[in-house]
């Protein structure tokens, strides 16, 4: 009989024990849950917060009207932010007057649109520049002032040696000019002395591409080369 009693008391025991531990592994998922519901409120909360909106594109022609006033503006846009930059919703737009001003497009711009297809303008490549022909180069009274100032780089840095012509033989040179819509380093027309290499003696076959390594690969070649202990050169 006692072991009998024994027995009962422990089977008692153990389901105690069973029953507590299912207790405590529902509370345990009552938290777990709890922390993935914080974590996905959160994860939405900065998935909405990092929304920004639809900014007009660089370089693009657009009429907008700003709170408070029902006119309707027009300009160019001529800057934008980086989208990870605080400014990101911060607009650079050149007006009709000529004038810069700065639009927050989710603060002040309460509606905007394109003055004309975007797709009609030519894309400016990532410098905002573009590569200007004779023909449009032509005629334009800063030509002269850009050349001068490319002399000057030259002179100051001595790029140059000024050598006797006893009839050797000379690459040709041309000028090339490049049109910056972003005049805030000083200049819109920028020219370059540039040396034809097409017109080098002996030269079977010229190269086109120019081969750069990736900074991501740089890193990693440095990277083995520190662990191994190899000299760089």
């Not at 006893?166 to 490049?178: D, L």
Request: aromatic share 8%; glycine share 4%.
């Amino acid at each position: 009989v006692d072991n009998s009693e024994r027995l009962a008391d422990d089977e008692f025991s153990n389901v105690e024990l069973l029953a507590q531990k299912d207790k405590e592994i529902e509370k345990l998922n009552q938290k777990i849950q709890e922390q993935e519901k914080l974590v996905a409120d959160i994860s939405n909360k900065i998935k909405n917060d990092s929304k920004s909106p639809t900014l007009p594109k660089n370089y693009q022609k657009i009429c907008f009207k700003v709170a408070g006033n029902p006119t309707l503006l027009k300009g160019k846009v001529i800057n934008k932010h980086k989208p990870n930059s605080t400014y990101k919703d911060i607009v650079v737009v050149r007006m009709e007057d000529g004038t810069q001003k700065e639009f927050d497009f989710v603060k002040e711009v309460t509606e905007w649109f394109y003055d004309q297809d975007p797709s009609e303008e030519v894309p400016i490549n990532e410098t905002f520049a573009t590569t200007l022909t004779k023909a449009q180069v032509a005629g334009r009274p800063d030509v002269l002032d850009a050349i001068q100032q490319e002399i000057k780089k030259f002179e100051d840095f001595s790029a140059f040696k000024v050598v006797k012509d006893s009839g050797q033989y000379a690459i040709k040179t041309r000028w090339v000019f490049t049109d910056h819509e972003d005049e805030s380093k000083g200049y819109r027309l920028k020219a370059r002395l540039c040396i034809r290499g097409d017109t080098e003696e002996n030269i079977e076959h010229i190269r086109a591409d120019s081969p750069t390594a990736h900074k991501d690969s740089l890193k990693l070649a440095l990277a083995i080369a520190a662990n191994e202990d190899f000299k760089i050169i």
